[in-house]
């Protein structure tokens, strides 16, 4: 009687690696090592492996569904973000599944096995905020499904990503809010390991440096809900030399901060000045309206797509880098 065909996960299981890693091994992927490599293969010629062609062809047969991961539905940003990509892909004959990650690396890695199980023909993403490890997503480009990052991207795998130009909005924002009398701003941060957080805390830095203003630590505060905010801004507001200004990372922030200063029975903006980034339906709708960073949220979703459907239809070879451009919006919170 001939012995069964093992599989990848039997090869992975005798080696105490995960599946993908066993095929990345054997399609000799740059990013296993080579010890790795040299392990999965010696054990997968000693038990006479073969890959499973029926099951191959099943992984590879594509419809015509893209797979979206939007953070969070509610999201003004995200959810202007899926207009754009829904218009351009009915436009195109391509239809969207759209999966929430509920700003979870867990369910975002459930989303991408979901996708794959769907075979979709590309998926386009936007990280959770917890997420830190990116083998779910090097397991549909290693499948040979294309994906496009969009806002909060992945430096660690070569894709295609379309951002707004978070470090000259913030710049901007920032020295707005100096040249409008501002000197001593707080800047209400997201997780530090997040790129939007980097740019936008760097523009936020280099012009402070630029007008000469000096910044210590404790103006800078990892706060990226409206009830983070309205926690800890009550105590930051009773300092002998508090804030003449905040920028914050987004507009339900901004919103919070707006709400510890009026509890606080301050004049916005004649006393407290504060920006946000977004431009979503919150920015017009709190008394004072406020100033804030338009992302152009369509914009980026329409580029996503389109990139997305140029490269699941070989127009494309090598990885764009796509910008798109913010522009402040002044409205009533500051001067």
Known sequence: MNNPQITIKDIAKALGVAPSTVSRALKD????????????????????????IMAFNLRTSRSNTIGVIIPQLVHHFFSCVLSGIEVTAAEAGYNILVAQSNETYEREVKITHSFLTARVCGVIASLAKDTVQYDHYQELLDHNIPIVFYDRICTGIKTERVVVDDYAGSFGAVEYLIRTG???????????????????????????????????????????????????????????????????????????????????????????????????????????????????GEEIGQSAINLLIDKIEGKKEKSTNRIVRTNLVVRGTTK
């Open 29 to 52: 992927n740059p990013y296993i090592s080579r010890e790795t490599k040299e392990a999965v293969c010696k054990y997968a010629q000693e038990h006479n492996y073969k890959p499973n």
């Open 182 to 296: 501002c000197r001593r701003i707080f800047f209400y941060s997201g997780p530090p390991r997040l790129e939007i957080s980097k740019n936008r805390r760097n523009g936020y830095l280099d012009a402070m440096r630029k007008h000469k203003i000096p910044v210590n630590e404790q103006m800078i505060r990892f706060c990226d809900t409206r009830e983070q905010a309205m926690a800890i801004t009550p105590d930051i507001l009773k300092e002998a030399n508090r804030p003449d200004g905040f920028f914050a990372i987004n507009d339900e922030t901004a919103a919070g901060i707006l709400y510890a200063c009026k509890q606080a029975r301050l004049k916005v903006p004649d006393e407290v000045s504060i920006c946000g980034f977004t431009d979503g339906a919150i920015a017009q709708t709190t008394d004072p309206e406020l100033t804030t960073i338009e992302q152009h």
